[in-house]
Structure formats: structure tokens, C-alpha cells
């Protein structure tokens, strides 16, 4: 069972565009993570979002953690091929536990 | 620094032989430490964690164990190892509201 679910799982758009990653539950989480993974790596903490209707901005980046805290967005505006990677994200259940999404997998073509 | 050293980085095995793989980290002691396995390109499974020395939660019925028998040690195990232990094997600390990640061992079972 999948706590959590991210769409789309893929995605490929050209360098420029802009493009949104949802994450969604029926559980509402304490915090909501965001990764970046590259291949043959672990994952990259981007952004913890804590309170409902938080938004979060990292350069070309925003986050959005819902209001009843159980979803969020992760928009990125004018893509870049540095931006390809499966991007995850991970919300905390209960203490000490984090479960993650099943990925979304970004190829931004130059 | 907060750094986690995992190793090996690959590592191919025969069905039913051992298995184990070693965590240790840095920066501040008695850290959260987790085990996660990862099937290619897709989300992280949860499958053990500790909150200290020799304490260990599983989160997955499984044929893998854990141990941690020092602050700053984590071990995943296995007597006979499976087809299906195949995967991406990355260990992780809790940190600043999410997870610092080692590099990952990839595990194939032949």
C-alpha cells in the first residue's frame, strides 16, 4: 500500500517549459519533503514544508504543502537539463518515520 | 559534517549466500538511522530503523535484519539472501526536518 502518491510518474518536456509534480494522501503528515535523486545516488533534501498553505521557493523552484496537509506541489518554472532527475516525495506518518512517493522521473531536453 | 559512509558501492551475489552491509556516520551522536531499499527508479521502502544502540524497529516482514552496535553504526543483514533482496540499499539520518542519504550500495542477486 502506497501512503503516498506522486503524478506523473514520468515526464519529458523541453528545455524552457514549465511543469508541476503533485503529491497526494488521504493521510495528513506532520512535515512533507521534497528530493531530488539522481541516478546511482541517494536523494537530495530540497525543501521541508511544516504548516498548511505554506509555500516555499528555492530559485526556480516552489513548493506547496496543502492546506489539510495531506498533498503537495512542486512547480518548476523555465525547466533545465540540470533539473532532470527522479524528484520523491516523503511525508512524515508518525515519529520517526518518513514514507515516501513513488517518484517522479523529469528529462528536461536541451 | 553530517556525512554517511556506505559501502560497497555495488555488490553481486549468489542466491542463499550472506549478505552484510555497513552504515556509519558522522556529526552529532545518538542520530535516528534508517534503512530503505529502492527498486529501480521508483520510491523508497521503509524497512528497518534504530533511535539508538541496539535498538532496532522493522517496518517490513522480510528475509533482511538489522543491527546497530555502535552510536554511529548501522548494519543490514541477511543469512540467505533472495532473488527478490535485489535493489538499491541506501542508508540515511534524520536531519533538519528530513533525511541526509549515503551514496547507496546496488545489490544483485544471481
Known amino acids: 500500500t502506497q501512503l503516498l502518491e506522486q503524478s506523473p510518474q514520468f515526464l519529458s518536456i523541453q528545455e524552457g517549459e514549465n511543469l508541476t509534480v503533485y503529491c497526494n494522501s488521504s493521510?495528513?503528515?506532520?512535515?512533507l519533503q521534497w528530493y531530488r535523486q539522481e541516478p546511482g545516488e541517494g536523494p537530495v533534501l530540497l525543501v521541508t514544508?511544516?504548516?498548511?498553505?505554506e509555500v516555499k521557493k528555492l530559485k526556480r523552484l516552489t513548493f506547496q504543502f496543502g492546506d489539510a496537509r495531506k498533498d503537495s506541489s512542486l512547480h518548476i518554472t523555465a525547466a533545465q537539463p540540470g533539473d532532470t532527475g527522479l524528484y520523491l516525495c516523503?511525508?512524515?506518518?508518525?515519529?520517526?518515520?518518513?514514507?515516501f512517493g513513488s517518484g517522479t522521473k523529469l528529462n528536461v531536453k536541451p | 559534517s553530517q556525512t554517511i559512509h556506505q559501502w560497497p558501492a555495488t555488490l553481486v551475489q549468489p542466491v542463499g549466500s550472506p549478505l552484510s552491509l555497513e552504515c556509519t556516520v558522522e556529526?552529532?551522536?545518538?542520530?535516528?538511522l534508517y534503512w530503505y531499499r529502492q527498486a529501480a527508479g521508483r520510491g523508497l521502502q521503509l524497512l528497518f530503523y534504530?533511535?539508538?544502540?541496539?535498538?532496532i524497529s522493522s517496518e517490513v516482514p522480510q528475509n533482511l535484519s538489522a543491527s546497530r552496535p555502535q552510536d554511529r553504526q548501522f548494519i543490514l543483514s541477511s543469512k540467505k539472501l533472495l532473488l527478490s533482496d535485489s535493489g538499491f540499499y541506501l542508508c540515511?539520518?534524520?536531519?533538519?526536518?528530513?533525511?541526509?542519504f549515503g551514496s547507496g550500495t546496488r545489490l544483485t542477486v544471481v
Open positions: 516523503a511525508g512524515e506518518y508518525n515519529f520517526n518515520k518518513f514514507y
Open positions: 493521510s495528513v503528515f506532520s512535515s
Open positions: 514544508v511544516v504548516t498548511g498553505g
Open positions: 556529526g552529532t551522536s545518538n542520530p535516528n
Open positions: 534504530s533511535v539508538g544502540i541496539g535498538q
Open positions: 540515511a539520518r534524520r536531519f533538519l526536518g528530513g533525511y541526509t
